[in-house]
């Protein structure tokens, strides 16, 4: 077996980003598409669009 299940979910948790992280990521793919788009975007066309990262 691989471990308990408290080190599985220890180690599952280790290897997500923070909420923090995750805003720092989501802040960083914004800044580079404004600036390979001009700049146009704003954020609640960020917002408003598809979300990319849903399931199918």
Same mark, same amino acid.
């Given at each position: 077996? /691989? %471990?308990?299940? *408290?080190?599985?979910?220890?180690?599952?948790?280790? @290897?997500? +980003?923070?909420? @923090?992280?995750?805003?720092? *990521?989501?802040?960083? $793919?914004?800044?580079?598409? *404004? $600036? *390979?788009? %001009?700049?146009?975007?704003?954020?609640?066309?960020?917002?408003?669009? +598809?979300?990319?990262? /849903?399931? +199918?």
């Amino acid at each position: 077996m /691989a %471990g308990t299940v *408290r080190q599985l979910v220890e180690q599952l948790a280790a @290897e997500q +980003p923070t909420l @923090e992280q995750a805003a720092e *990521r989501m802040a960083a $793919a914004h800044k580079a598409l *404004r $600036a *390979r788009m %001009g700049g146009t975007l704003g954020e609640e066309q960020f917002a408003n669009g +598809p979300d990319v990262l /849903a399931q +199918p």
